[in-house]
């Protein structure tokens, strides 16, 4: 029954111990979570007024594919403004981050061609290329380097196949940002050997310390050859509305527009005011959040530095810490292992591709509470 390029797809690893974690909290476990990518915030208020008015006001028909008009406008400019994206209303799509991902690996893609992406990196790149029939390409990303993405590590894996370099900054699993120099680097590289960019920002908003977000579509003459990701899930608190954008030049948009007409036709139309408000509205929410966020970063680090066997840099963006171990144990095993013997769900590293084995992926999208109680028990297993 099953079509045989579901084969070349495997289960998420963060969808796995996420389940996992739930099942035994079911069972009467008393689990500490840090495996998921999601806020533990509420969608800010003045957000959710907006969606319910448009609710009562009847907003609840059909839009164009691309999505509300007023909003595409709002991305447009704040794009602009804050990432200097040369980018007006015509190029923004709105559709859930993930699936804007797929529908522009899916539309640029061909059968054999090679998508160059980190390592380690968010689960779902390599999947989206395979399903398309693209080869995925690591990149492998070093600590040392603070797992960034370097344009001369890049150079090397350049083929006559490749078709795209995939981006993601702030990144997840690492927290690390690139340099201005590496996007300089990387958009030389793309236009040397005529390769798009699909650059996935979806962090752009949650980074510390002064450091800088760069948009590599904001780079001369790279706009044309660039999609640039964002959204709504990790700024706003928002993961339950499944809402973000694209933003592409002309002919990618119609290609990508076409294959959100013929699936999901468009982003549920009242939650679209729900963004519009977001977009427009104080962004002090934001703002406290990031702040919140820092404050546990900082917590967490504080904890891991007192655990001899795990050693971190600290993250600059996202809220992810990524720790290696003093361990030969597999980091699959080692999460199994902590479950079971500290009550505390982490995910491995190797789910996020080889170069993430004997690390551990820690997100502190949690309260500070359930931070100390957890690395306390790491500590404890650990030792
Ligand atoms: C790097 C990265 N890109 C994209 C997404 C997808 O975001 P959304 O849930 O808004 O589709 C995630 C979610 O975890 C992510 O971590």
New binding site residues.
């Given amino acids: 029954m099953i079509a045989e390029r579901i084969n070349r797809v495997k289960e998420s690893g963060?969808m796995k111990m996420k389940e996992l974690a739930g099942q035994k909290k079911a069972e009467g476990k008393d689990i500490i979570s840090f495996t998921v990518?999601?806020p533990d915030f509420d969608t800010p208020k003045h957000i959710v007024e907006a969606a319910k008015k448009a609710l009562d006001e009847g907003k609840t028909r059909y839009l164009n594919a691309a999505g509300l008009p007023e909003l595409r406008e709002a991305i447009a400019r704040s794009s602009k403004t804050a990432n200097g994206i040369p980018c007006d209303a015509s190029n923004v799509m709105v559709a859930?981050?993930?699936?804007?991902?797929f529908e522009t690996i899916m539309a640029t893609v061909n059968e054999g061609e090679e998508v160059i992406l980190p390592n380690p990196?968010?689960v779902?790149?390599e999947p989206a290329t395979a399903l398309a029939g693209g080869r995925a390409v690591p990149v492998t990303t070093k600590e040392e380097n603070e797992w960034r993405v370097l344009p001369e590590a890049v150079a090397e894996l350049i083929t006559p196949k490749t078709k795209m370099i995939l981006l993601?900054s702030p990144?997840?699993?690492c927290g690390s940002i690139a340099t201005k120099d590496d996007i300089k680097g990387i958009a030389d590289l793309a236009k040397d050997h005529d390769l798009v960019v699909l650059s996935?920002e979806?962090?752009e908003k949650i980074v510390f310390d002064g450091h800088k977000h760069y948009s590599i579509a904001a780079e001369p003459e790279m706009f044309d050859r660039t999609v640039t990701?964002s959204?709504?899930?990790?700024t706003y608190a928002?993961?339950g509305w499944?809402?973000?954008w694209l933003i592409a030049p002309k002919p990618l948009f119609k290609a990508v527009n076409k294959i959100q007409q013929h699936s999901i036709t468009h982003v549920t139309t009242f939650a679209q005011y729900g963004g519009l408000a977001g977009l427009v509205g104080s962004q002090e929410p934001v703002n406290a959040m990031v702040n919140e966020f820092k404050e546990r970063r900082d917590l967490v680090m504080k904890l891991i530095g007192e655990i001899p066997q795990l050693h971190c840099d600290v993250p600059k963006g996202?809220f992810y810490a990524f720790p290696r171990y003093d361990n030969p144990m597999k980091s699959e095993e080692m999460a199994l292992h902590l479950m079971d013997k500290a009550e505390v769900a982490v995910t491995g590293g190797a789910a996020f591709g080889e170069a993430g084995e004997q690390h551990l992926r820690i997100s502190y999208a949690t309260s500070k509470e359930n931070i100390a109680k957890g690395l306390e028990r790491l500590k404890n297993a650990l030792a």
């Fill in positions: 963060t990518g999601e859930p981050s993930k699936h804007a991902i990196a968010w779902s790149y993601n990144s997840n699993p996935d979806v962090y990701i959204g709504f899930s990790k928002m993961t499944r809402m973000g996202a």
